[in-house]
């Protein structure tokens, strides 16, 4: 690996009157634990730097207030990260009661105290019963979501509020970790789309109060779950420094749909398949998406047509330099 740029990543790479850092490919999965205080995109393009990597990009926000589990993408890996944010997602979460901010969380304005009820851990539970499943759940004006063009939290800050729909989500599992007279704990796991701001301030108004998120973590993300470990950016930063190379920290760049079917190709039918055409392939699914390999080789991601051939809809280019071989 070239050497590492040198001081602060969050730096530009390069200024004027210097050598220009050149990029690289590179092909993976980094399980990034994003620090507290940084932007998704802060974080991906401090990583990036660090790699000297030419392509790659985060899947799915996680707000500055937040840490935790922030996969990103590598090169032909990229081509996989729409498939993550459509996953489902785990985090834990601490809630202040008796608080409610503008932003739902601890970096807005307070608008309104309220008193906490004396709370048991029963009746807690039959609270959260209420918010396991699907649930319909109206988007924070805090919210990236777009009203007729704008961001929905720029128009917050400027004060205006607009009328959102409710949207279906599902919480899959959602428990009391610990509880104190003004704080909660939460464990929950949930399908793209939720809002965890939201799912606190409507669980605080089912408990007779308000609140907001003071502290907030992502565990896991689809297939990477709590058994794999995180980087955190301190350490990539110090491996760098100290030349070490950072590649084989990178996952598979099929890890991020390892819980696909799998195909195996022929050599032939490897050839019209990487050619764009459908082919048939024994022992293939009926139906759905599946990953493709040739003499072990990720190939990329196709689709079972009706007529039971295999078609390609996202192939990777990898060069040999993939650690999904």
């Not at 990029?23 to 401090?46: C, E, F, I, Y």
């Not at 707000?63 to 498939?83: H, I, V």
Request: proline share 7%; with cysteine; charged share 20%.
């Amino acid at each position: 690996m070239p050497a590492p740029v040198p001081g602060n990543p969050a730096a530009p790479a390069s200024a004027p009157g210097k050598v220009r850092i050149p990029r690289r490919d590179v092909h993976g999965v980094l399980l990034l634990d994003k620090p507290v205080g940084m932007t998704s995109n802060q974080a991906l393009q401090a990583v990036k730097r660090l790699f000297q990597a030419r392509k790659a990009g985060h899947t799915g926000s996680l707000d500055p207030l937040a840490s935790g589990l922030l996969p990103l993408c590598f090169g032909e890996a990229t081509k996989m990260s729409a498939f993550l944010l459509d996953a489902d997602k785990e985090y834990a979460v601490t809630c202040r009661l008796g608080v409610r901010t503008r932003t739902a969380d601890a970096e807005g304005e307070v608008i309104e105290i309220r008193p906490v009820p004396a709370l048991t851990a029963a009746r807690i539970e039959a609270a959260l019963a209420g918010f396991r499943g699907g649930i319909q759940q109206i988007p924070p004006m805090y919210s990236a979501l777009k009203h007729r063009g704008q961001r929905l939290y720029d128009l917050a800050r400027d004060g205006i509020e607009v009328p959102r729909a409710a949207r279906p989500v599902t919480i899959h599992e959602l428990k009391l970790v610990a509880m104190t007279p003004d704080a909660l704990e939460l464990q929950v796991r949930c399908s793209k789309g939720t809002y965890v701001r939201t799912l606190v301030e409507d669980i605080a108004a089912a408990l007779g109060s308000v609140a907001h998120v003071r502290a907030l973590r992502r565990l896991a993300v689809g297939p990477y779950g709590t058994d794999l470990p995180m980087h955190a950016l301190d350490a990539l930063c110090a491996q760098a420094d100290a030349g070490t190379p950072l590649d084989g920290l990178l996952l598979p760049v099929d890890s991020a749909v390892a819980h696909w079917a799998a195909v195996s190709l022929g050599t032939d039918a490897a050839w019209y398949f990487l050619k764009g055409q459908a082919v048939m392939v024994s022992g293939a699914p009926t139906a759905g998406w599946v990953r493709t390999y040739a003499e072990g080789r990720f190939l990329g991601l196709a689709e079972v047509l009706d007529d039971g051939r295999v078609t390609p809809r996202r192939l990777v280019n990898l060069g040999g330099k993939s650690v999904g071989y």
